[in-house]
């Protein structure tokens, strides 16, 4: 499980419903993990927001969606994190910093 600035996120449906019986609230949505960025899906499991880990070593947040283009699933990904997915993800009062440390701090447990 993810948590950021109080907000959860589980990896998998189990996840999920276990933090529905436990202290400091439900999950917010979930997130998947791939090679250089993780996801962060809604409750609908649909993607708003990434964290992206790229090839300098660099690790911030960005907001995503997935559209369809000639019947196939297009994921394009913003420049920065709009004010909706900010919180969302819990860092609507987080400065620049901080943000970037919650993902560094993210990316290190997880990878």
Request: charge should be positive; include cysteine.
């Amino acid at each position: 499980m993810i948590e950021i600035n109080g907000n959860k996120f589980a990896k998998n449906d189990n996840e999920f419903t276990d933090s529905l019986f436990h202290p400091g609230g439900t999950c917010k949505g979930y997130y998947k993990i791939h090679k250089k960025n993780i996801v962060f899906l809604n409750m609908q499991k649909e993607p708003f927001a990434c964290l992206v880990n790229n090839r300098f070593n660099e690790q911030f947040f960005v907001s995503c969606y997935v559209e369809k283009q000639n019947n196939r699933n297009v994921s394009r990904f913003m420049f920065g994190l709009n004010s909706l997915d900010e919180k969302t993800l819990g860092l609507e009062n987080s400065g620049w910093i901080e943000s970037h440390k919650i993902a560094e701090r993210i990316v290190k447990e997880l990878y």
